[in-house]
């Protein structure tokens, strides 16, 4: 049973349902007289390879549906022999010389001098010249793509190239100066979202908005992505609702482990666990370079602000080296094991430094409470020595008060006296 990304793909330009401009523009090239060299450019599961072959079949007609597939067999310089897969109609060839590594040189030199030396077999056939379509064409590596340049210059009249890249930053300008570029941009929601709702009215499913739109926000504007987890979604659910989970692939949930398993434990033990499972995800054909970057954005949520553009930085710096090497797992690990270490350092300077800090507030602490109680203490002695000076002087206030009261009654009393004393001798004086 073929999949709905493959069973409900557009056959020609009229059935697109998005760049309807883009689509009209392909079929005007296709009917003129002098179709160029195109280099196709755009995000992953924009439509590219759609447009592409539908743009085919407007050039050739229904004939280029019919495709086998061949093996065939280079030889390289030190007498390597190639295993390749050609898909090749009587009009047209598509390969992927990526898939050879280093040696894609090779295979873009006899190949396509092979091709471009021989004539149109078909003599109904509309065109006088055959399209070989390149996959992948942002890997090839420079000598490859040198040759391609050569290719172009030498066999044009019986040979034209559609290269598909989803980036023109690696390729070589005199490639981009002698081909037409093409654009074709990811799919907003909206349209992602008509795209399910005629698949689901082709497989009767029911038409739930709620989960189109979170499949279209899920899937990253990839379209290819949007149709597989749409399709997985009925096939595990017997019932589909707006809540209804979207499942992520199998790849994506292990990766999604490994970043958690990362962030739990910085041991031996643990790295030798996280290889294990980088080699079972590059054993089941999933790019080194889709590896690191998804490991990369599962990361960075859990770490803190000041590592998050660190990690960035020498996640970058390894995907080029993937790029430009052949050892994709050595890669992935040392970004792995400078990870865990710089982390590590991070979180030693970091305790270290809150250490540091506890440190000096509890000492300034301490000096504070201690510059306080000293002046406690000091309030408190000035305030007894006051209370004291306050009490002698009441103390003194109240003895002279006394002594004075004392005085004053000793004089009244002897005035007192004295005025008896006085009366008496009167009295006494009086009677004689």
Same mark, same amino acid.
């Given at each position: 049973?073929?999949?709905?990304?493959?069973?409900?793909?557009?056959?020609?330009?009229?059935?697109?349902?998005?760049?309807?401009?883009?689509?009209?523009?392909?079929?005007?090239?296709?009917?003129?007289?002098?179709f160029p060299h195109l280099l196709v450019y755009g995000p992953s599961g924009a439509g590219k390879k759609t447009r592409?072959?539908?743009?085919?079949?407007?050039?050739?007609?229904?004939?280029?549906?019919?495709?086998?597939?061949d093996a065939r067999v280079f030889q390289t310089s030190s007498n390597r022999k190639l295993e390749f897969n050609i898909v090749a109609s009587n009009y047209h060839l598509e390969i992927t010389p990526s898939d050879v590594g280093n040696y894609d040189r090779v295979v873009v030199q006899d190949l396509l001098k092979e091709v471009a030396q021989t004539q149109q077999v078909d003599q109904s056939a509309?065109?006088?010249?055959?399209?070989?379509?390149?996959?992948?064409?942002?890997?090839?590596?420079?000598?490859?793509?040198?040759?391609?340049?050569?290719?172009?210059?030498?066999?044009s009249p019986n040979l034209r190239l559609i290269l598909l890249a989803n980036s023109t930053a690696n390729i070589i300008a005199p490639i981009r100066s002698r081909t037409l570029l093409v654009r074709v941009a990811a799919p907003s929601h909206e349209e992602i979202c008509e795209v399910l709702a005629v698949s689901a009215k082709k497989e009767n499913w029911p038409m739930v908005k709620g989960l189109h739109m979170?499949?279209?926000?899920?899937?990253?504007?990839?379209?290819?992505?949007?149709?597989?987890?749409?399709?997985?979604?009925?096939?595990?659910?017997?019932?589909?609702?707006?809540s209804t989970p979207i499942p992520p692939p199998d790849w994506e949930a292990l990766i999604s482990q490994?970043?958690?398993?990362?962030i739990e434990e910085h041991t031996p033990a643990r790295i030798l666990q996280v290889r294990a499972k980088l080699y079972d995800l590059l054993t089941h054909c999933i790019p080194p370079t889709t590896i690191l970057k998804t490991l990369t954005f599962k990361l960075i949520p859990f770490i803190d602000d000041a590592l998050k553009a660190e990690v960035i930085k020498w996640s970058a710096f390894y995907e080029h080296r993937i790029r430009m090497g052949t050892k994709f797992l050595s890669e992935v690990v040392v970004y792995y094991y400078y990870y865990y270490? +710089?982390?590590? &350092?991070?979180? @030693?300077?970091? #305790? !270290? /430094?809150? =250490?540091?800090? %506890? $440190?000096? *507030?509890?000492?300034?602490?301490?000096?504070?409470?201690y510059y306080y109680?000293?002046?406690?203490?000091?309030?408190?002695?000035?305030?007894?020595?006051?209370? +004291?000076?306050? &009490?002698?002087? @009441?103390?003194? #206030? !109240? /003895?002279? =008060?006394?002594? %004075? $009261?004392? *005085?004053?009654?000793?004089?009244y009393y002897s005035r007192m006296v004295d005025k008896e004393r006085y009366n008496i001798t009167f009295r006494i004086l009086e009677k004689v």
């Open positions: 049973m073929a999949l709905i990304v493959d069973k409900h793909r557009p056959r020609s330009l009229e059935t697109l349902t998005y760049h309807t401009e883009l689509s009209e523009r392909l079929g005007s090239l296709a009917q003129s007289g002098d592409i072959v539908a743009t085919l079949k407007e050039l050739y007609g229904p004939g280029v549906e019919k495709i086998k597939i509309k065109q006088r010249f055959k399209v070989v379509v390149i996959n992948e064409a942002d890997h090839l590596t420079r000598d490859a793509q040198a040759a391609l340049r050569r290719t172009m210059e030498k066999y979170r499949i279209a926000q899920e899937s990253d504007r990839n379209l290819r992505r949007a149709l597989l987890m749409y399709e997985a979604v009925h096939a595990q659910n017997e019932k589909v609702t707006d490994i970043a958690r398993e990362i270490y +710089y982390y590590y &350092y991070y979180y @030693y300077y970091y #305790y !270290y /430094y809150y =250490y540091y800090y %506890y $440190y000096y *507030y509890y000492y300034y602490y301490y000096y504070y409470y109680y000293y002046y406690y203490y000091y309030y408190y002695y000035y305030y007894y020595y006051y209370y +004291y000076y306050y &009490y002698y002087y @009441y103390y003194y #206030y !109240y /003895y002279y =008060y006394y002594y %004075y $009261y004392y *005085y004053y009654y000793y004089y």
